[in-house]
């Protein structure tokens, strides 16, 4: 949509040129005889991208006007007309925030430029907000890994990223799924457009559709005023729709006419609103049982699987552990000031060989939890935490078997097995050593192994 500039004007003469000069520049104008009326408008419609307004108002004068503005709009620039003669009042509004000031008689040259200008500024300011929103919440764009599976994620995203394509990103807790989505965005051709992301697991499910779609004044109890939904400030850019397998059946009808018309209404409203908005969903559950379950729309699958990319677990591609914890280990340094800390072979070996159910999360987690408690030292097996020294064989996979897949029976007996073999190594294949070590009778033990097909030495 073109920009949207407003004329605050009581001279009705200067509103007619002023809107006539921006018009055949392609903008979409709205003028207003009184800043009370401006103000009034801005609270319950779209917000404009530029402002002129007039310093001398009969009513609230211009320099109020401006203050209310700034405070409620502050990346909205506002260009101040001045009639001869107060030059200096002008001069005095760029302190408090205007942006730039034109002098009566009007100058199509300078309104234009002055105008393009404003419209840059807008565009800066809200740029800037995002990086410096980013920079907090410190979210790298990056997928680091060097495993095949991660190589082939980082191709997925080179080739989905420039297309208007909707995404649908699977993987567990902790695999980067945001980071995905935000790299995708980074590198499609919406980069510098906004990227809104909505996580929908965290919002009560009465009020999912109000905030993706908006809603009118007075459409609910409690509805004061016009609402904003997500899909319309994601206009022109990225929305990213996260734990989308939380979301309402009826909302997911609603996604479903979006993605084929991009068009919906808001909740209360029967205006139809058209939008622009590339969409990018994550979820960490299984679509798939979901749709058995009846908690998903099988349709909606079937649309968003168009492009899906999958993220594996990190136990699934252990080359990626010491990339990432090098990267992490200087990161937290850099930012944090801690000493770098170094993990012996074995340490690391014990790394490679723990599940890691939190995936890259708990790496992150544990890597700057070892840098408070270990800052410029060698960490070694005993140094890890317990959780980490325990040998995922012993805690839970046999042998490479995880018996946690199997029934009772079959687990406990893969369990004995395993249990009786290693045992029995220990007793050096002598079966009342084994007897003695693990405190069953002989007469038992025989049976046990026979009924296992061991081996042993037969006394
Ligand atoms: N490949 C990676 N390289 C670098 N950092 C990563 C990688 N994968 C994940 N991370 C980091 O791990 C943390 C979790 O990532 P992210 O939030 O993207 O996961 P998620 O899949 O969205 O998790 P959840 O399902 O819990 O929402 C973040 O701090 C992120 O920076
Ligand atoms: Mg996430």
Redesign the pocket.
């Known amino acids: 949509m073109e920009p949207l500039i407003f004329v605050i004007d009581d001279e009705e003469d200067i509103r007619i040129t002023l809107q006539g000069i921006l018009e055949d520049e392609g903008y979409r104008t709205k003028s207003f005889e009184s800043g009370e009326e401006a103000i009034e408008y801005i609270k319950s419609n779209e917000e404009p991208d530029a402002v002129f307004l007039d310093i001398w108002l009969p009513e609230m004068d211009g320099i109020e006007v401006l203050k209310v503005l700034k405070n409620k709009r502050p990346h909205v620039p506002v260009i101040m007309i001045s009639g001869h003669g107060n030059i200096e009042t002008a001069v005095q509004t760029i302190k408090l925030g205007a942006f730039d000031f034109i002098e009566k008689p009007l100058s199509l040259e300078k309104i234009i430029v002055t105008t393009k200008k404003a419209l840059e500024f807008k565009e800066l300011t809200i740029e800037n907000q995002q990086l410096r929103s980013k920079v907090k919440r ?3 764009d ?4 060097k495993s095949k599976k ?1 190589l082939e994620v980082k191709e997925q995203i080179e080739k989905v990223a420039p297309t208007d394509a909707w995404v649908l ?1 699977t ?11 935000r790299a995708i965005h980074k590198k499609s051709k919406r980069a510098n457009r906004p990227l809104i992301a909505i996580n929908c697991a965290a919002i009560p499910e009465e009020l999912i559709e109000s905030e993706l779609f908006g809603h009118e004044k007075g459409s609910f109890t409690g509805a004061h005023k016009l609402h904003i939904g997500k899909f319309e400030q994601a206009h022109t850019g990225t929305l990213f729709l ?2 989308i397998g939380d979301m309402s059946l009826k909302t997911q009808a609603k996604i479903l006419r979006i993605l084929q018309e991009q068009k919906f209404e808001r909740v209360g409203g029967n205006k139809t609103i058209e939008v622009d908005v590339r969409v990018i969903v ?1 979820t ?1 559950k299984d679509l798939k049982k979901e749709i058995k379950e009846g908690r998903f729309r099988e349709d909606l699958y079937y649309r968003l699987n168009v492009f899906p990319i999958h ?1 594996p677990d990190l136990r699934e591609r252990p080359e ?1 552990i010491p990339i ?1 914890i090098e ?2 280990i200087e990161s937290f340094c850099r930012e944090n000031g801690y000493k770098p800390i170094e993990f012996t072979k074995d340490a690391l070996n014990q790394l490679l060989k723990y599940s890691w159910p939190g ?3 708990e ?2 987690n544990f890597t700057e939890r070892m840098l408070i408690l270990h800052s410029g030292k060698k960490v070694d097996v005993k140094d890890l935490p317990k959780e980490y020294r325990m040998e995922s064989k012993e805690n839970n996979v046999y042998h490479g078997i995880n018996i946690f897949n199997m029934d009772f029976k079959t687990a406990r007996a893969e369990f004995e097995k395993q249990y009786l073999i290693q045992k029995l190594k220990e007793a050096n294949y002598n079966i009342s050593r084994l007897s003695e070590l693990i405190g069953l009778e002989r007469s038992y033990l025989h049976k046990k192994l026979k009924s296992y097909g061991i081996q042993t030495n037969n006394n």
């Not at 993987?171 to 989505?181: D, L, M, Q, Y």
């Open positions: 410190d979210v790298v990056e997928l680091s890994g991660i990103i993987g567990s807790n902790g695999t980067g799924k945001e980071i995905v989505a996260d734990e994550a960490n993220l990626d990432l990267e992490f995936n890259v999360r790496l992150k």
